[in-house]
C-alpha cells in the first residue's frame, strides 16, 4: 500500500508559479510510476505529467508542456509538480497518483490516490 500526501496548492495571479508537493509512503520501489492529475469543476480528470521510478522520465500531457516540470527527490520519495505561466484554465484539484506497473496518463493506469489539493488561478 502506497499512501500520497499533496501539498503546496493555493492562489496565484494568471502568470505566476506555484510548486506542489507529493510525499509517498514507502520507497521508489513500490511503484512503477508516479504522476500528477487534476480535475476542474464539471471536467473530466485530466492527466498531467507522469514520471518512472526505474529511470526517472517524465511525460507531460499537451496541455501542459514547456510550462509545467515533474521531479523527484528520491531519498526523500517526493515528487514535485513546478507550474509556470500560470492560467485560469489550469485551476483545478490536483492529485497525485501511483502505478504498480504503467506510466500511461490515464487514470485507470494508477492504483493509488491522495486526497489532492486545490489550485486556483485567477486575478
Known amino acids: 500500500q502506497v499512501q500520497l500526501v499533496e501539498s503546496g496548492g493555493g492562489l496565484v495571479q494568471p502568470g505566476g508559479s506555484l510548486r506542489l508537493s507529493c510525499a509517498a509512503s514507502?520507497?521508489?520501489?513500490?511503484?512503477?510510476?508516479i504522476a500528477w492529475f487534476r480535475q476542474a469543476p464539471g471536467k473530466a480528470r485530466e492527466g498531467v505529467s507522469s514520471?518512472?521510478?526505474?529511470?526517472?522520465?517524465?511525460y507531460y500531457g499537451d496541455s501542459v508542456k514547456g510550462r509545467f516540470f515533474m521531479s523527484r527527490d528520491i531519498a526523500a520519495n517526493t515528487v514535485y509538480l513546478q507550474m509556470n505561466s500560470l492560467k485560469p484554465e489550469d485551476t483545478a484539484i490536483y492529485y497525485c497518483?501511483?502505478?504498480?506497473?504503467?506510466?500511461?496518463?490515464?487514470?485507470?493506469?494508477?492504483?493509488?490516490w491522495g486526497r489532492g489539493t486545490q489550485v486556483t488561478v485567477s486575478s
Open positions: 514520471l518512472t521510478s526505474s529511470d526517472g522520465r517524465v
Open positions: 497518483a501511483a502505478s504498480k506497473y504503467g506510466w500511461h496518463l490515464s487514470d485507470t493506469v494508477y492504483d493509488y
Open positions: 514507502g520507497s521508489t520501489s513500490d511503484y512503477y510510476s
